[in-house]
């Protein structure tokens, strides 16, 4: 995605918020356009924002948040600095990161992590490499990365919408469900379920499937 629409998409958003306050009262902040509104804005920054950045970092301060009121605060002056950083020339660093080159740097971490002995940070760089792969593979090839709710799809969604419009077969779409099953057991602790060397070919299966489908 070119930061031109990125830019764009969050534009519509700010402005949205911006026209609800106009000649409203405080209580506009609590209606269910405003519950909406919040909705869109953090599935914007977690479609928009590179994993693992402050603007992530920042939304999942506020994820858990019950007062629409104060979180429709915070979640618009996230994508309002994530909008002015774009910008500002920050979509350098950003578009680097959605590139093949980008994707070594995080696959070079996970083997320098595995060498040191740390398999579970080195499953879980690795899984979300993929993932971020995934949507931009779904960009390319004209796929949804949005579910009719406007909220992000699951890397395993991707997956299969991926398959099911011809972009590599079935076998490499299990590959895939594999590789994710991994990284899902090390996010979640389940981590005396794979060993070091299972990490090793979590890693070269991932970097091939990245140089065979180019996004």
Not at 121 to 137: K, S
Request: hydrophobic residues 40%.
């Amino acid at each position: 995605m070119g930061i031109e629409k990125m830019v764009k998409q969050l534009d519509v958003l700010i402005g949205d918020y911006q026209d609800m306050l106009r000649g409203h009262t405080e209580g506009v902040l609590m209606s269910e356009h405003a519950k909406l509104l919040v909705s869109r804005f953090e599935s914007a920054i977690d479609r928009l924002a590179v994993p693992g950045s402050s603007y992530v970092k920042q939304l999942d301060v506020h994820r858990q948040e019950k007062r629409t009121a104060v979180k429709i605060r915070a979640v618009y002056s996230i994508a309002l600095g994530l909008r002015d950083d774009l910008n500002a020339g920050w979509n350098d660093s950003f578009v680097e990161l959605v590139h093949a080159d980008t994707h070594s740097d995080y696959l070079a971490m996970a083997e320098t992590l595995l060498e040191a002995g740390y398999k579970d940070p080195a499953a879980v760089i690795v899984g979300t490499a993929l993932e971020v792969h995934l949507r931009a593979l779904c960009v390319k090839h004209s796929v949804a990365t949005e579910r009719p709710d406007g909220s992000p799809k699951r890397a395993d969604t991707m997956n299969a919408d991926l398959k099911k419009e011809g972009v590599y077969s079935t076998l490499q779409q299990k590959h895939l469900t594999a590789w994710m099953d991994l990284r899902n057991k090390a996010a979640h602790g389940a981590w005396t379920e794979y060993d070091k060397q299972q990490v090793r070919m979590l890693i070269d299966g991932v970097r091939d499937f990245m140089l065979k489908y180019p996004a």
